[in-house]
Structures are given as structure tokens and as C-alpha cells.
């Protein structure tokens, strides 16, 4: 069987497709190693072809020339590589919250190399990244996350550049954003670990021959992960929360 393609179909799918997997391989979920490339390859490529009405006319036209189609890919790698670099930095604050619960329970000896993202990372912070991917998955979030990514489309045609001074400026207040949930997520948490140590404190200089900063370490560990086991409920709601700031972030910077 024999299917003749126009050649001004394949350009547009090229360009559709270049943006989806430059965005792919950094936002989360879908950038995590856990996820076959074959995988991504085909998920960019449906992608691709679903928001192919959306690619104009002009472009699969002027698409035909070397040149101009090194322009528009180099150009549709930065808008999905910035694109998705701000999903990434909207979905750090859950991992950044687990590794601050990390530093303060006494889990900063257990650091080592993590073979899914290919960097050092704690015990606590792989434990909320991969619960907050389940949760993206089981909640249905990652349908929306990829709803706002083809909007994007409608919002910033194939052929037009993104505006690399709002892109910059989203990014530098995603960043403060991350910090805050960070924050806001392990910070009670920190509080009754802080207390724990003030109360051990006092223990000692009120009886110091019980030498109390003996039970500090095993005791931190138990309270660690007893109120981490209580603030896995909050994470649904978390992660929801993430994913419409993620959405929010993506169509805003596409649109400016």
C-alpha cells in the first residue's frame, strides 16, 4: 500500500512535534526516566499531529526552505524548552519540601545519587517527587498540564517567538512561588522538629545526666516520619493546586 503525504503536512507536523517533545523533556511528569523515550517519541508525535490544524498555512509553506525551516525549529525548541523548564520549576516545590524535611529530621546523611533524574537527592524529597507524580497520574492532572500545553498553540502560533523578557520574568517569580509551597508545605513540619530540638534542649540543662541529645537522632527520625506519614493527605490537594498554576504560567507566557 502506497500513501502519498504533501510535503506541507510533514513540515507542519515537524513543527508541531518539535515544540510537544522539547516540552516533554522537562515537564513533569513526562521528563521523569521512569517514562520510556520511545514512549515520549510517540506521545510528541500524537501530540503533533492533534494540534496540526493549528500550525498556519504560512508556515507549512515557507517551511520548505532550509532555511526558514532551521529558523522555525530552532525557534519552536526554545519555546518548548522554556515552556516546559517553568512546568519543571512550578513542580520542584513538592521535591524542594522533602529535602528541606531532609536538612531539619536528620536524613542528610542518607544523600546519594538518583538513578531517575541522573543528580544527588534526598530520602524525603524522592519520596514527594514520585508520590506527587503518582498523584498526577491517579488525579488526572497530567491531562490537564497537557491541556494547557496545547493551548499554547492557539495562544502562540508555530512561527512566532516567545518573548524572552516575560518568559524570564514568569520564571524568576515561579522560582519565588517554588520556595513559598516549599515553605508552605514543610513548614509546620520544620516547626514541631524546631520544638523537639528546644524541647531536648531544655531536658538537658534541667537533668543533664540523662544526656537527652543521645535520643535526639532516633527521636527526630520518629517524629519525621510520623508527621510525614500525616502529610501525605495534604498532597492531593497540593498537587492540584500545582498543576492550574502550572496551566495558569503556561497559557500567560504564551499569551504575553
Given at each position: 500500500m502506497h500513501v502519498d503525504v504533501p510535503a506541507e503536512v510533514l513540515v507542519g507536523l515537524l513543527m508541531a512535534t518539535v515544540r510537544t517533545a522539547s516540552w516533554l523533556l522537562l515537564a513533569p511528569p513526562f521528563s521523569h526516566r521512569a517514562i520510556p523515550a520511545p514512549v515520549k517519541a510517540l506521545l510528541a508525535i500524537g501530540l503533533g499531529l492533534a494540534v496540526l490544524p493549528e500550525v498556519p498555512e504560512s508556515m507549512r509553506g515557507n517551511g520548505l526552505d532550509a532555511g526558514v525551516l532551521a529558523v522555525a525549529t530552532a525557534q519552536e525548541v526554545l519555546v518548548g524548552s522554556g515552556l516546559g523548564f517553568l512546568c519543571m520549576v512550578v513542580f520542584a516545590a513538592?521535591?524542594?519540601?522533602?529535602?528541606?524535611?531532609?536538612?531539619?529530621?536528620?536524613?542528610?546523611?542518607?544523600?546519594?545519587?538518583?538513578?531517575?533524574?541522573?543528580?544527588?537527592g534526598s530520602v524525603l524529597g524522592r519520596t514527594y517527587q514520585l508520590t506527587a507524580l503518582a498523584l498526577l497520574f491517579a488525579s488526572n492532572a497530567h491531562l490537564l498540564v497537557l491541556g494547557g500545553l496545547l493551548r499554547t498553540f492557539e495562544v502562540l502560533p508555530v512561527g512566532q517567538l516567545l518573548d524572552l523578557g516575560v518568559l524570564a520574568r514568569t520564571l524568576t517569580a515561579a522560582l519565588g512561588g517554588m520556595f513559598l509551597a516549599a515553605l508552605q508545605i514543610a513548614g509546620p513540619l520544620i516547626a514541631v522538629l524546631f520544638l523537639a530540638d528546644v524541647g531536648l534542649g531544655l531536658l538537658t540543662r534541667v537533668a543533664p545526666a540523662l544526656n537527652a541529645f543521645i535520643l535526639g537522632f532516633p527521636l527526630k527520625i520518629l517524629i519525621t516520619l510520623v508527621i510525614v506519614a500525616l502529610?501525605?493527605?495534604?498532597?492531593?490537594?497540593?498537587?492540584?493546586?500545582?498543576?492550574?498554576?502550572?496551566?495558569?504560567?503556561?497559557?500567560?507566557?504564551?499569551r504575553s
Amino acid at each position: 500500500m502506497h500513501v502519498d503525504v504533501p510535503a506541507e503536512v510533514l513540515v507542519g507536523l515537524l513543527m508541531a512535534t518539535v515544540r510537544t517533545a522539547s516540552w516533554l523533556l522537562l515537564a513533569p511528569p513526562f521528563s521523569h526516566r521512569a517514562i520510556p523515550a520511545p514512549v515520549k517519541a510517540l506521545l510528541a508525535i500524537g501530540l503533533g499531529l492533534a494540534v496540526l490544524p493549528e500550525v498556519p498555512e504560512s508556515m507549512r509553506g515557507n517551511g520548505l526552505d532550509a532555511g526558514v525551516l532551521a529558523v522555525a525549529t530552532a525557534q519552536e525548541v526554545l519555546v518548548g524548552s522554556g515552556l516546559g523548564f517553568l512546568c519543571m520549576v512550578v513542580f520542584a516545590a513538592v521535591k524542594a519540601a522533602g529535602d528541606l524535611l531532609d536538612m531539619f529530621g536528620g536524613f542528610t546523611m542518607a544523600f546519594s545519587v538518583d538513578p531517575q533524574t541522573g543528580g544527588s537527592g534526598s530520602v524525603l524529597g524522592r519520596t514527594y517527587q514520585l508520590t506527587a507524580l503518582a498523584l498526577l497520574f491517579a488525579s488526572n492532572a497530567h491531562l490537564l498540564v497537557l491541556g494547557g500545553l496545547l493551548r499554547t498553540f492557539e495562544v502562540l502560533p508555530v512561527g512566532q517567538l516567545l518573548d524572552l523578557g516575560v518568559l524570564a520574568r514568569t520564571l524568576t517569580a515561579a522560582l519565588g512561588g517554588m520556595f513559598l509551597a516549599a515553605l508552605q508545605i514543610a513548614g509546620p513540619l520544620i516547626a514541631v522538629l524546631f520544638l523537639a530540638d528546644v524541647g531536648l534542649g531544655l531536658l538537658t540543662r534541667v537533668a543533664p545526666a540523662l544526656n537527652a541529645f543521645i535520643l535526639g537522632f532516633p527521636l527526630k527520625i520518629l517524629i519525621t516520619l510520623v508527621i510525614v506519614a500525616l502529610s501525605f493527605s495534604a498532597l492531593p490537594h497540593v498537587v492540584d493546586g500545582l498543576a492550574d498554576d502550572a496551566v495558569r504560567l503556561l497559557v500567560g507566557v504564551a499569551r504575553s
